[in-house]
């Protein structure tokens, strides 16, 4: 059991530290009035200390703030700088298109080499572009319900998908509700979509078997609720469901491309109809794309009545756009490679396997998940084995206590969750600091 009191303490005495520590962050902070929540963009208030650091340069795995304190970044811009912060191949490509024109709408030949790669990483065979992985999968949903007639969707509690409006549905007592927080809806998201639990064949059925559902869109692994791995035959079961059903399968891996070169999807010898993906593909730039089987390609042809040119364009002008395309080429061809992620991997089953010698020193009920160079510890054991488990799990002042300790000496997890992310620049200096780190906060929250 924790000393709340005990916590409640800590954490006033580590923001109390945080601010005097960050003068010049927190005078940007309060002078940022003419911004929306006074941030650039509004995720940037999940903060810990009450205010955020402010970035003056991010470089391989290391962040500096404009106070001049250096951090050991395991958040890594929430996975969108996975290849690791300005990696040079990336920064040089960039540089390079820029410096000839990035958005002249014409295509570039870097667009069919990086089509090239990814179906021989994730297996679909034909790609297009956008600049977020939501444009991709508002896009995708679209296409899917257009050659299937259906109007439904089916999403895992406590998914995450960006801000698609569909995706914006739970579990709550055995009813599908819209997601407490789902902002200035539309309309009822229970008329747009399906929800069944991540690891629940039997509910996944009951749905599909209304026959008004188009795709199944997932995550292999859920990861934005916390890491929540499949169990033994789910993955297998949810390809056989959905081919028995006529529902086509679409697996975002733009958080699970942690798994591998190629996701969950070439790791775990995944099938899906479409893969979409974001984020980390640009090496910090942004970029999106979804790819489709020959299958999902073929029927959509064969629709004369659809506008895939002018009207049906998806993700707006920008969209492949030539330095989002080079910024990928490159990430894949020379940061992000299958040898980085070998390296990648090994550091974070170094980093679980240090959190995890923590938790068992102190025998506490937490537990340690692992998804290819993603690490994540919960504070439940065992771990959740879906998303409304994990919903459940959240401790608020837990972790910001954490979050905020950490980054007071010089580490950040994602904010968001206790998630940290290893990149090719990262260390096992690094890693072992933060298991140090860790095991003192732990300490002192626990110490008699």
């Not at 920064?91 to 080499?113: H, I, N, S, Y």
């Amino acid at each position: 059991m924790i000393d709340r009191d005990r916590l409640t303490g800590l954490l006033q005495r580590e923001r109390a530290a945080f601010a005097e520590r960050n003068p010049r962050s927190a005078a940007e902070y309060a002078k940022a009035g003419h911004l929306f929540g006074r941030v650039p963009m509004t995720w940037m208030n999940k903060k810990a200390a009450g205010f955020p650091l402010y970035l003056d340069r991010a470089v391989g795995a290391v962040v500096t703030d404009i106070d001049g304190h250096e951090y050991t970044d395991f958040c890594l811009g929430d996975t969108a700088a996975m290849a690791g912060h300005a990696p040079a191949a990336t920064a040089e490509a960039v540089q390079r298109r820029f410096a000839g024109g990035a958005c002249a709408m014409l295509p570039t030949p870097d667009a069919a080499w990086v089509g090239a790669e990814l179906t021989r990483r994730f297996g679909v065979t034909e790609w297009s572009f956008a600049l977020t992985a939501t444009d991709a999968n508002r896009w995708v949903i679209r296409l899917l319900r257009a050659i299937t007639g259906r109007p439904k969707i089916l999403f895992n509690s406590y998914c995450y998908h960006g801000s698609v409006d569909e995706s914006l549905i739970v579990l709550q007592d055995g009813q599908a509700r819209s997601r407490e927080g789902n902002v200035g809806a539309p309309f009822d998201v229970t008329a747009t979509s399906r929800v069944a639990e991540y690891n629940d064949l039997a509910g996944l059925e009951r749905e599909l078997a209304h026959g008004d559902v188009a795709a199944v869109v997932m995550e292999p692994a859920l990861t934005n609720i916390g890491i929540v791995l499949p169990e033994p035959g789910y993955l297998d079961g949810v390809r056989e469901l959905t081919r028995r059903y006529d529902t086509y399968l679409v697996n975002d891996e733009t958080h699970t491309f942690s798994a591998g070169p190629g996701g969950a999807t070439l790791k775990w010898s995944l099938e899906p109809d479409v893969v979409t993906i974001g984020k980390a593909i640009g090496g910090g730039i942004p970029a999106a794309a979804y790819g489709l089987s020959a299958t999902v390609s073929d029927r959509i042809a064969a629709m004369r009545d659809l506008d895939l040119v002018d009207m049906g364009g998806v993700g707006g002008t920008l969209a492949g756009n030539a330095l989002s395309i080079a910024a990928t080429r490159a990430t894949l061809e020379h940061v992000l490679t299958d040898e980085a992620f070998e390296r990648m991997t090994a550091l974070a089953e170094r980093f679980a396997d240090g959190v995890q010698s923590v938790i068992t020193a102190h025998d506490l009920p937490w537990s340690v998940s692992r998804l290819g160079a993603r690490v994540e510890y919960r504070f439940a054991n065992p771990a959740p084995r879906n998303g409304g488990e994990s919903n459940q799990a959240g401790d608020p002042d837990l972790e910001d206590y954490l979050h905020v300790y950490l980054a007071n000496r010089g580490i950040l997890l994602t904010p968001f969750h206790n998630m940290a992310l290893m990149s090719p620049a990262t260390t096992e200096a690094q890693v072992d600091r933060h298991e140090a780190v860790f095991a003192q906060a732990v300490d002192e929250l626990y110490r008699a």
